[in-house]
């Protein structure tokens, strides 16, 4: 990773993309689509109120995520700042000393006007500020990719910020690293979500189990595929989805296979593979899961892996090369 202390960072907001997805999060699939209207008509009405209050979202956790990897530079947010749900933003992004950028209605301006104005001011700070380190994009949008992609390709650090179930694949595998916006710091899950954690925590021991039996007897096919995942339906029962518990410790499998091939003692530095997952899916990220650290994801992982303290060095293996 990027030298954090002495890091100078660039933080780029597409706000009407996090407020817009953040809505949807906390309401249901399509829920800013169909209150727009009301919204936008009747912004003092109280359940209108009620409704976009549930979904404000933290802009202070953000932009204290971005300081965690050095100096902000500056910090530029985009948006129609007249429209109602954008306003209310205003006084508390401008006492973080985040820019405002003004884009009129996308009718009177351009279909994609934020994603083309947030790329061209980007472009021009890497060029004009020759010791900007890092570059953290604020947005979900897979027109953000090639903007991710040239920012590496100039040599800068990209941290990517989006809302979970909002965020486009692409662009989170642009990015050096990927953080949603629900595992910051300070935000608290929807209330729907907090509602189903012991749930997932079943489901998290039963895709340990399905992963580690795949790790025992096909991994040297695993190892070159796409992370283990189970389809199954979602509420409409057509669509199939990625399971997301056995996606992560199918991650772990591979990242210990890749390890492991070029290391011939089995046993690596956690650390390091932890990194390589990084590498291989930018959004991973442990406390997003609900563990306070690395070691405690490898022990909820024991099936699959072994974890080995020595000192102050974490080592860990697949469990399939003991004895």
Same mark, same amino acid.
């Given at each position: 990773m990027a030298e954090t202390q002495n890091g100078r960072v660039a933080v780029y907001l597409d706000f009407d993309n996090v407020v817009l997805s953040w809505y949807d999060r906390v309401h249901g699939r399509n829920a800013y689509s169909r209150d727009r209207q009301r919204i936008a008509n009747e912004p003092d009405n109280t359940e209108v109120a009620a409704r976009l209050q549930a979904a404000v979202v933290d802009v202070g956790a953000i932009i204290d995520y971005a300081s965690s990897f050095g100096t902000l530079v500056l910090t530029r947010a985009y948006a129609d700042w007249s429209a109602p749900v954008n306003a209310e933003y205003r006084s508390q992004l401008v006492a973080r000393a985040v820019d405002l950028v003004q884009l009129f209605p996308a009718a009177a301006y351009a279909k994609n006007g934020a994603d083309i104005r947030l790329a061209v001011d980007a472009v021009e700070d890497m060029f004009r500020l020759d010791d900007l380190s890092h570059v953290v994009i604020v947005a979900g949008d897979s027109d953000y990719v090639p903007l991710a992609q040239r920012c590496k390709r100039l040599g800068r650090y990209v941290v990517g910020i989006g809302v979970a179930g909002s965020t486009a694949k692409a662009l989170t595998a642009a990015c050096d690293?990927?953080?949603?916006?629900?595992?910051?710091?300070?935000? !608290?899950?929807?209330? %729907?979500? #907090?509602? #189903?954690?012991?749930? %997932?925590?079943?489901?998290?021991?039963?895709?340990?189990?399905?992963?580690?039996?795949?790790?025992?007897? !096909? #991994?040297?096919?695993?190892?070159?595929?796409?992370?283990?995942a189970a389809a199954r339906a979602d509420d409409d029962g057509d669509e199939p989805v990625e399971d997301p518990e056995i996606a992560v410790t199918g991650l772990l499998i591979r990242a210990l296979w890749l390890g492991q091939a070029k290391d011939d003692s089995g046993w690596l530095y956690s650390s390091a593979v932890k990194q390589q997952m990084r590498r291989m899916d930018p959004s991973f990220n442990e406390k997003a899961l609900g563990f306070s650290s690395f070691s405690d994801f490898l022990n909820s992982r024991s099936d699959v892996a072994e974890l080995e303290e020595e000192g102050h060095e974490r080592l860990v293996r697949l469990r399939d090369q003991v004895g």
């Amino acid at each position: 990773m990027a030298e954090t202390q002495n890091g100078r960072v660039a933080v780029y907001l597409d706000f009407d993309n996090v407020v817009l997805s953040w809505y949807d999060r906390v309401h249901g699939r399509n829920a800013y689509s169909r209150d727009r209207q009301r919204i936008a008509n009747e912004p003092d009405n109280t359940e209108v109120a009620a409704r976009l209050q549930a979904a404000v979202v933290d802009v202070g956790a953000i932009i204290d995520y971005a300081s965690s990897f050095g100096t902000l530079v500056l910090t530029r947010a985009y948006a129609d700042w007249s429209a109602p749900v954008n306003a209310e933003y205003r006084s508390q992004l401008v006492a973080r000393a985040v820019d405002l950028v003004q884009l009129f209605p996308a009718a009177a301006y351009a279909k994609n006007g934020a994603d083309i104005r947030l790329a061209v001011d980007a472009v021009e700070d890497m060029f004009r500020l020759d010791d900007l380190s890092h570059v953290v994009i604020v947005a979900g949008d897979s027109d953000y990719v090639p903007l991710a992609q040239r920012c590496k390709r100039l040599g800068r650090y990209v941290v990517g910020i989006g809302v979970a179930g909002s965020t486009a694949k692409a662009l989170t595998a642009a990015c050096d690293e990927f953080a949603s916006y629900d595992s910051l710091p300070g935000v !608290e899950r929807p209330e %729907r979500e #907090a509602q #189903a954690k012991p749930e %997932r925590q079943r489901k998290r021991e039963a895709s340990t189990r399905e992963a580690a039996a795949v790790s025992r007897s !096909e #991994a040297p096919v695993a190892a070159r595929t796409e992370p283990v995942a189970a389809a199954r339906a979602d509420d409409d029962g057509d669509e199939p989805v990625e399971d997301p518990e056995i996606a992560v410790t199918g991650l772990l499998i591979r990242a210990l296979w890749l390890g492991q091939a070029k290391d011939d003692s089995g046993w690596l530095y956690s650390s390091a593979v932890k990194q390589q997952m990084r590498r291989m899916d930018p959004s991973f990220n442990e406390k997003a899961l609900g563990f306070s650290s690395f070691s405690d994801f490898l022990n909820s992982r024991s099936d699959v892996a072994e974890l080995e303290e020595e000192g102050h060095e974490r080592l860990v293996r697949l469990r399939d090369q003991v004895g």
